[in-house]
């Protein structure tokens, strides 16, 4: 028997709505498994921004580095500047423990609709690999002259050759295990002619290795279209940092919600926690009011728990959230319901306990 040692961060918004399901759920499936949870809240987030100056305490990653793995709310506040959260917390977290890997699926569901017409439940069956650590969101330049008529921000995107590759490896080494063995690659080398064009050299290099893959490299502007137009032929995608966060967003969307949006920042060598969280962010909009969709989450601690290696957990949150969304169960607004999270979070559960 197993005892999993998880930091939850709720954080900002809806994420401690969310947060609470997705503990719940997690919970009733090493219950089933014979495993168990010991879980660590932190009071980190623009609540203790405010309080503080500063969104976690200054040796907050030492903290972290004690578990297991670590489940993220969101963080983001209309009054904070987004660099601002996202550089005190979220950034820090994957540098620091070096997950490397942003891992984002995107599945049609039985009793979902997309917003693209005539797609079938599980036509549209992607898994995202971002690159998390460096590329465009590296964070390196800086400004000068500030405040003036002749202020100039300078942000530079860093590529690494070892960078590109432990991504792009890690795609191919996924789509090995996955049917359609397939991996489109998203760059835009045709403009940016350096860090680009090492990501087209390496995945060209990697794929040599991988015979029985077939690969194709787009640029993002025609990615995006493909994604709307032939979702179906993409299986695994692999991107940097900036664009596979855009290409994320849509491939949400076309499957029916960014509630249902899920992923995994992981260290692949294990040395050190990895992060799950929803990608859905803080949604100032509806925070308090009881409607968040706590699906995203819930399948984000499956991540979790696939990740840490309790298998038939992670796969009875998969099946119960397959069965509510197949049999009509409730479900909040942006999937066209009018339930509430909690009534959906204990579902879920109900579910685990029976699917």
Sequence with gaps: MSQFRIAVIAGDGIGPEVTREAMRAADAAVGRSGSSIAWTEFPWGTDYYFAHGRMAPPDFLDDLAKFDAMLLGAVGHPK???HITLNGLLLPIRRRFDQCVCLRPAYLYDGVESPLRNKTPGSIDMLV????T???????????????DHDVAIQTSVFTRRGCERIIRAAFEKAVTRPRHRVASITKSNAQGYGMVLWDEVFA????????????SLLVDRAVMEFVRRPESFDVVVASNLFGDILTDLSA???????????ANIDPSGKHPSLFEPV???????????????LAAILSAAMMLEHLGDAPASQAIHRAVAELLRSGGPRTPDL?????TADVGAAVEELIASV
């Design 336 to 340: 066209g319901g009018k339930s509430k």
């Design 80 to 82: 904070v500047q987004d």
């Design 134 to 148: 460096e590329g465009e969101y590296a964070n390196v330049g800086g400004r000068v002259y500030q405040g003036s």
């Design 280 to 294: 859905h962010g803080s949604a100032p909009d509806i925070t308090g009011l009881g409607i968040a969709n706590p």
């Design 205 to 216: 290099a990697v794929a040599q290795e991988y015979p029985q893959i077939e690969t194709e």
């Design 253 to 263: 969307i076309i499957v029916g919600s960014m509630g249902l949006a899920s992923s």
């Design 129 to 132: 690999f971002r690159e998390n």
